[in-house]
Each structure stands twice: as C-alpha cells, then as structure tokens.
C-alpha cells in the first residue's frame, strides 16, 4: 500500500504547493482511495506535477466538515467523472470558528448542487472493501484544547462542536491495518481505543493530524500532554506518520520522545505500508 501526500502545510520539494490543509492518495493493489481534497484545487496541481492522474480515483472519503479537508471536493468532482464520496451525514456546512477578533468565521464545506448524486453519507460506520468508515468514537482520553475554538451554528447560535461529523478510515491489505485520520478532533488516543475496543483492530500504521497546534490563537499543547501523549501513543507499538494540525513544534517534541516510532508527511512525499 502507497500513500502519497497531495497537500500539507508542509513543504520541501520545488513546484509543489503547500497549504493549510491535507490530501492523502492511497493506492491499494486493487483501488485508488483520496483521503481528503484541502482547502481548494491545489492538490490537482501538485497530483499532476507528481505524475498522478486523480480521473482514476476509485473513491473519496472527506474526513470531516471543514474547509481544509474538503474544499477541493467540486474541483476533484470536476475533472473525475466516477469516484463517489463518502462523508459524514452530519457534515453540514455549518461550521465556524472563533478567530481573535471575537468573530466567528465559516469554515464549513461547499459542495455543489450539480454533484449532489455522487455523494454518500455514512452514519456510524461503512465497509466497503477493503475499507471501513467508522465515526461516533468516544473515550476517556482529553480532547486537543483548539476544539474549543470550533463551533456549529444552530438556530441562530453557536455551539462548541462536538465533531460528530468527524469520521476515520481503515484500510486493509496483506494482513496490515492502516488508519487515516484527518484531525483527530476527538483525540488520536480515543480514536485508537476505540478501534482496538469495537472493532478489534490494532494498526500497523497511523497516518494523519493530531490537532496539536490551534490555528486560531497559533498555540500548542503542553508539554505535559505531549509527553503523556507520546508515551501513550508508543505502547500501541503503531508507526505513525503524522502531519497538518499537529504542527512541527509539536511533532519535534514528540519525535524527540518516539524517535523512529513517529515521522512527519508533508507534501510530495510518499510512505509504503
């Protein structure tokens, strides 16, 4: 299994775009997933400089309702005329931001009316071979702090968010699990345990953010939590390559603690599973 970034924050290669954001191209022996679109059309540009063409995409799965993780979906629908998309029922495009000003900002995902019969809406949980789409995860383990600047609005109010929209998906292949998480708004260790716990499953490998770093007033996690988390995360015995909202402050803390159990995917690299 190949995975491919198309978009991150994160850049070193020349003629690539980076953004705020992600797209992950996922090629099985048998399909061609994309995980995510980024904030816009910029991951096309980037698929075609790295010699990929997203018209043989068998399928889309958006990961959450918000901007950077699906506001490419209408350029991508555009030019691949077969891949559904599969995405939240309750991803409505509700979603705002609360930015310093005191503002609140949209952040949600608009996807044309012409497009409306390719998508699919998963509530809890999907299987479609060789993945599954699960959400609705829950656990003990405390959210990422910058969930508190994210919103809903619901009758003319905004409510904290509590990312039921959020969804999560696992492939496998040759006997390995690897999970694609674009967030992780309800903790990359709920998530985890939650896998582990009602389905069974313990992942090779985890790609994906971890929400450490808060976009809005630009700061990360404690040391602490990064500690405890790094701890955590390397008695899953999982090989994690993390990216977007973990931030590199946060992943250089916690590179120092997981060495070469952690490493960061930014845009133009790829990883073999």
Known sequence: MKITSLIDNECSIEGLIKQHGLSLLIETKGKKILFDTGADGAFIHN???LGIDLSEVDMCVLSHGHYDHGGGINAFL???EKSLVYLSAKASNDHVALRPNGEHESIGIHISRAHLDRLVFVDAQLKVDPCLIFSDVWGYFPLPSGNKSLFKEKDGKYILDDFAHEQHLVIEEDGKFVLLAGCAHRGILNVLTYLKDKYGILCDAV???????NKVTNTYESAAILETLAKELMNTFSKFYTCHCTGIPAYSFLKVIMKDQIEYLSTGESIEV
Not at 207 to 213: A, Y
């Open 47 to 49: 698929a075609k400089a």
């Open 78 to 80: 555009n030019l691949n």
């Open 207 to 213: 790609i994906g953010g971890f929400h450490l770093h």
